[in-house]
């Protein structure tokens, strides 16, 4: 690779990744904040937070991957269009064929991150995040308790609390009769009460001015009195892996074909439909950096105009509506997966290949039909001119 095609590679892996960066924490900022209402408003661990947001990001990427690198190379390519440094590349002799090598590279590599995303890396992401959601969310309906009744949500424990704090969440008035342990009931009573999460994920209350009372296996009756108690409720924030996988997202390739092979016709169907999308979409960032060269190729720097990159944009919104009509319309049955995933895939391939060889041989796009005289604006918005005052004293 010459110095030409180093320079030219870096600089739009550079942006690309940047734009990569930028894209999906603008799309996951909204899912951000919606788990860290949980972590603040339902009490779970930050570790809990930490996990979801990291099971999250894999799913995002795979819609930003191809958006970053069209615009990574479209940006690079209008910079240096506006510097004239496209102008010195092709002076120099590099045509439009020698700049896909470094830049096909670049697609290349992200063409690779989009399939082992696909099918590595977002199914287990999925697995996770699910099972951790169902965890979170079986844990908040355990302890979630009700003033002045008798809350049996945990297997094993009955809880009665005077009142709780809506704010602080501190229990008063806190019964506790325990009977997990067989042949070894324990009752225990406290002034107060506070729900905490241990190291270890797992829920418990820190008890508060009480006295806990039991009778041993021999029959015996005992008391104890105590300033502070940790009463563990065997209630695990956290991981809990589940045996089967109940979403074809979830299923690894092995799983998959499983699925399509011995499984009943609905989930065959579903098996087939995510075993053509893992394979169209890393495609169709395939096809839009390959369509992003020759379009950023399209911008000036004498008319200052973005032709380029306001048609890549346009392209890009029409390739996913086309893969999002196919995928409805395989998904209702009236395609079949391949025709529904892979036409919207051949038709902008053939697209790509004629703007290749049509700016190849040095045509250029014809240009989008602005108003050149500016939006008509209303008679009662127009600003008319002070009236003249020559000749007055």
């Not at 949500?153 to 806190?174: F, K, S, W």
């Not at 979409?281 to 390959?290: D, E, H, W």
Request: hydrophobic share 45%.
């Amino acid at each position: 690779m010459n110095r030409i095609s180093r320079y030219l590679f870096l600089d739009c892996a550079q942006t690309s990744l940047l734009a990569l960066g930028t894209l999906t924490f603008l799309i996951m900022l909204p899912q951000v904040l919606l788990l860290v209402d949980v972590w603040i408003n339902k009490g779970a661990p930050f570790t809990v937070l930490r996990q979801m947001i990291q099971y999250a990001m894999p799913q995002f990427m795979v819609g930003t991957l191809p958006m970053a690198l069209l615009s990574g190379i479209l940006l690079t390519l209008g910079r240096m269009a506006r510097d004239s440094e496209l102008v010195i590349i092709k002076a120099s002799g590099v045509s439009l064929w020698q700049m896909t090598r470094p830049v096909g590279t670049l697609v290349l590599l992200f063409t690779t991150l989009s399939l082992l995303l696909n099918w590595i890396w977002v199914p287990k992401a999925y697995y996770e995040f699910s099972v951790l959601k169902k965890a979170l969310l079986s844990s908040n309906a355990a302890l979630t308790m009700q003033s002045r009744t008798f809350n049996r949500t945990i297997p094993g424990l009955t809880i009665y609390i005077n009142h709780q704090d809506p704010l602080t969440g501190i229990l008063e008035g806190v019964l506790v009769h325990d009977q997990r342990i067989p042949h070894e009931t324990v009752t225990i009573t406290a002034r107060r009460a506070h729900p905490h999460t241990r190291s270890d994920h797992k829920a418990a209350l820190f008890l508060e001015d009480g006295s806990r009372h039991w009778i041993t296996p021999g029959g015996h009756y005992r008391h104890m009195q105590f300033t502070r108690f940790d009463l563990g409720l065997d209630v695990v924030l956290g991981l809990v892996p589940q045996h089967k996988k109940e979403e074809v997202d979830e299923m690894d390739p092995a799983e998959l074909q499983h699925a399509i092979q011995n499984g009943t016709p609905k989930l065959q169907h579903a098996a087939r439909m995510e075993w053509h999308r893992r394979l169209a979409f890393p495609v169709a960032t395939l096809i839009m950096g390959l369509l992003a060269l020759p379009l950023g190729a399209q911008q000036s720097h004498r008319t200052g105009k973005s032709y380029g990159f306001v048609a890549a944009l346009l392209i890009l919104i029409l390739h996913f509506l086309l893969l999002a009509s196919g995928e409805a319309l395989a998904g209702k049955q009236l395609v079949s997966p391949l025709t529904g995933f892979w036409l919207p895939n051949l038709l902008m391939t053939l697209l790509t290949a004629w703007v290749f060889r049509f700016t190849a041989q040095g045509h250029t796009l014809p240009e989008f039909p602005w108003p050149k005289s500016g939006w008509p604006i209303p008679t009662r918005f127009r600003t008319h001119p002070a009236p003249s005052t020559s000749g007055q004293r």
